[in-house]
T-cell receptor
């Protein structure tokens, strides 16, 4: 079983719709969760971080965390063509209590927003 | 401007050659990381360093080496032992003084075989 798994995609939504990206993780001790956006040929950029159960909103983005289900998601409201990118879920691993800030990444979900 | 600078942007390696990728940061971050990304895949950790003169192997360290002689710099050498080096290499850094800090990335170096 992969440590961090994302819905396989690719995901295609019409402009203005809600895009829903999902991620599950296997390490129950994980404490920090991040969503990165990566445009084709570019490096990842941080768009959301979440540490507590529940929802966290930032503009059109909402991150949701459920530690009991080991599940984290990213919702993009009013999707725009400029949101078309690969979205990477990253989990701060907890190796025996000394994680050294090591992130484990999912394989990414390609999102396409069509006009 | 504070940030992470990777150079060169593109690099070509001949058979049997070692090449070094540069990563410099002026964010005063203690922790630095090197990742490899292959097409259509996520990031895999090669090496990481929490403090100067100390570094740890990541998940795919074979065929790579690093040094951390200065806080600002964490160069990666791709040795001739790495038989499939073609990939996008990303350097990241992170502050350690506060918990739950994210990693921030440089613009990457794209390495290809000649």
């Amino acid at each position: 079983q992969k440590e961090v798994e994302q819905n396989s995609g690719p995901l295609s939504v019409p402009e203005g719709a809600i895009a829903s990206l999902n991620c599950t993780y296997s390490d129950r001790g994980s404490q920090s969760f991040f969503w990165y956006r990566q445009y084709s040929g570019k490096s990842p950029e941080l768009i959301m971080s979440i540490y507590s159960n529940g929802d966290k909103e930032d503009g059109r983005f909402t991150a949701q965390l459920n530690k009991a289900s080991q599940y984290v998601s990213l919702l993009i409201r009013d999707s725009q063509p400029s949101d078309s990118a690969t979205y990477l879920c990253a989990v701060h691993a907890n190796a025996g209590g000394t994680s050294y800030g090591k992130l484990t990444f999912g394989q990414g979900t390609i999102l396409t927003v069509h006009p | 401007d504070g940030g992470i600078t990777q150079s060169p942007k593109y690099l070509f390696r001949k058979e049997g050659q070692n090449v070094t990728l540069s990563c410099e940061q002026n964010l005063n971050h203690d922790a630095m990381y090197w990742y490899r990304q292959d097409p259509g895949q996520g990031l895999r950790l090669i090496y990481y360093s929490q403090i100067v003169n100390d570094f740890q192997k990541g998940d795919i360290a074979e065929g790579y080496s690093v040094s951390r002689e200065k806080k600002e710099s964490f160069p990666l050498t791709v040795t001739s032992a790495q038989k499939n080096p073609t990939a996008f290499y990303l350097c990241a850094s992170r502050a350690r003084d506060r918990v739950n800090q994210p990693q921030h990335f440089g613009d990457g170096t794209r390495l290809s075989i000649l």
